[in-house]
């Protein structure tokens, strides 16, 4: 069992940055693939980040890289999305999950999911 709880987010301007932090509970922390999802009002959950395991190698969205960076801190039990260059297209709830394998784009691979936290970026 792992639980996770995201925090970070808020209401950042058009062109600024947020870093999303996503806290595991249990020692099987570093077993798991973990990724960041978001949804936006009226859309589906859609994939955003993950970060292999040990490796700590990163796949992202094609309308995430270069402005996303997702980490991981397996002895803290933490993974990170960083977001810079934030426009209003990425405003959403932010979620982080965790899964075993299978594609690391589709939710219904993840075995564990955070509440969200919201992310509002103004014009």
């Known amino acids: 069992q792992v639980q996770l709880v995201e925090s970070g987010g808020g209401l950042v301007q058009h062109g600024g940055s947020l870093r999303l932090s996503c806290a595991a509970s249990?020692?099987?922390?570093?077993?798991?693939?973990m990724g960041w999802f978001r949804q936006a009002p009226g859309k589906e959950r859609e994939f955003v980040a993950t970060?292999?395991?040990?490796?700590?190698?990163?796949y992202y969205a094609d309308f995430v890289k270069g402005r996303f960076t997702i980490s991981r801190d397996n002895a803290k039990n933490v993974v990170y999305l960083q977001m810079n260059s934030l426009n209003t297209e990425d405003t959403a709830v932010y979620y982080c999950?965790?899964?075993?394998?299978?594609?690391?784009?589709?939710?219904?691979?993840?075995?564990?999911w955070g509440q969200g936290t919201q992310v509002t970026v103004s014009s």
């Open positions: 999950a965790a899964h075993r394998g299978g594609s690391v784009v589709i939710p219904g691979n993840y075995d564990y």
């Open positions: 249990g020692r099987t922390f570093s077993s798991y693939f």
């Open positions: 970060i292999s395991r040990s490796t700590g190698i990163p």
